[in-house]
């Protein structure tokens, strides 16, 4: 069974990345009552900031300076890298370092390449330290739909919108309230945040999980050992992440994904996504708005909206037909609150 800790846990490391003062200061920051801190920005000579529904504030150092100097970024680098950056230099090549507790921090520097590819990144300029939360029952309404409407699907959003926080809960009940095997490619292990091979971020008992893995190569993994009836990835972003997706559908598996779109007509504008489309791999496109509510769009085929109603919201029917396995289940369900304004982040 996972080990689920929770949010004063799932923090408690964090200021022991900074050195004093700045240690304190965080810590203060994160057991303020209050908004939520969903991230902290450290630039080279600026003011740090903390990130709170996508707003920077200042953060504040009481005795300390009012600006990051680079030897603070390389402090909480080489802190990040367990003093040894060496051993992360894969994962700084990608711009990020996985943190305990499924935290990420954000990475720029200078940079030597090799060809298209980063070699080695030195001289910090930028980090961005993203925090992991969990928003248990956030995925409700989606599984609902899910139940009426079994086929795979796709969720759309800018970054930071909460995407990766609605995926790790439809995995998780998928997984225990529907009791469905679940294959997760953790690839940044955000979603499952597993320590010693135990995530630390609730998931589900009946998800196996695959962390640092490439989403091409861990998708075609867990077909071949695992049997799934569903694969989740986070992220898809590149051709081998796409064509990875159009084999495993013949599988019979169903999926779970996010994409960077603002829509499903951004999604057909962007030509990596095209050979997705094409095969008709998933049933169901889900965009989260700004507002923190969900519209679902059976791809070419109608409109489902479930939006912030009242007690006895409006149901809007699906139109259409469908070539796939919700062809069947074309019906209603129900609309309602997904999320709080605030409540999660990405």
């Given at each position: 069974m996972s080990q689920v800790i929770n949010m004063d846990e799932q923090q408690v490391h964090i200021p022991e990345l900074f050195p004093e003062p700045w240690q304190s200061a965080v810590r203060a920051l994160l057991t303020q009552q209050g908004e939520r801190v969903e991230e902290l920005r450290f630039r080279a000579a600026r003011p740090p900031v903390w990130v709170s529904e996508r707003r920077e504030r200042p953060l504040r150092c009481r005795g300390g300076p009012d600006r990051a100097e680079p030897a603070l970024l390389e402090e909480i680098v080489q802190r990040a890298a367990g003093r040894s950056v060496y051993a992360v230099q894969e994962q700084l090549r990608a711009g990020y370092l996985s943190l305990r507790g499924g935290h990420r921090l954000g990475v720029c520097g200078s940079v030597t390449a090799e060809g298209r590819s980063i070699k080695t990144m030195r001289s910090f300029q930028s980090l961005n330290l993203r925090l992991a939360r969990e928003r248990l029952g956030c995925g409700e309404a989606v599984c609902a739909w899910l139940r009426r409407n079994p086929g795979s699907l796709l969720l759309l959003g800018p970054p930071g919108i909460g995407k990766t926080t609605l995926l790790r809960d439809c995995v998780r009940q998928l997984s225990d309230g529907e009791e469905q095997r679940v294959g997760l490619v953790d690839e940044r292990g955000e979603l499952a945040a597993c320590w010693n091979g135990v995530p630390q971020l609730n998931v589900g008992t009946k998800t196996d999980v695959l962390t640092g893995c490439p989403k091409a190569v861990g998708m075609?993994?867990?077909?071949?050992?695992?049997?799934?009836?569903?694969?989740?990835?986070?992220?898809?972003?590149?051709?081998?992440?796409?064509?990875?997706?159009?084999?495993a559908s013949y599988c019979g598996v169903r999926f779970l994904a996010?994409?960077?779109?603002?829509?499903?007509?951004?999604?057909?504008?962007?030509?990596?996504?095209?050979?997705?489309?094409?095969?008709?791999?998933?049933?169901?496109?889900?965009?989260?708005?700004?507002?923190?509510?969900?519209?679902?769009?059976?791809?070419?085929?109608?409109?489902?909206?479930?939006?912030?109603?009242?007690?006895?919201?409006?149901?809007?029917?699906?139109?259409?037909?469908?070539?796939?396995?919700?062809?069947?289940?074309?019906?209603?369900?129900?609309a309602g609150a997904l999320y709080g304004a605030g409540a999660y982040d990405g």
């Open positions: 075609e993994l867990l077909l071949r050992t695992m049997s799934p009836d569903w694969i989740a990835v986070d992220e898809i972003s590149g051709e081998a992440d796409a064509e990875a997706l159009v084999r996010t994409a960077h779109a603002d829509s499903p007509e951004d999604l057909r504008r962007r030509p990596v996504y095209r050979s997705l489309l094409a095969a008709a791999v998933f049933e169901t496109v889900a965009v989260l708005g700004e507002d923190r509510s969900i519209h679902c769009e059976r791809m070419n085929h109608g409109v489902f909206e479930m939006d912030c109603g009242g007690d006895d919201p409006a149901l809007l029917h699906m139109g259409g037909t469908s070539r796939g396995p919700a062809a069947a289940q074309n019906g209603r369900a129900a």
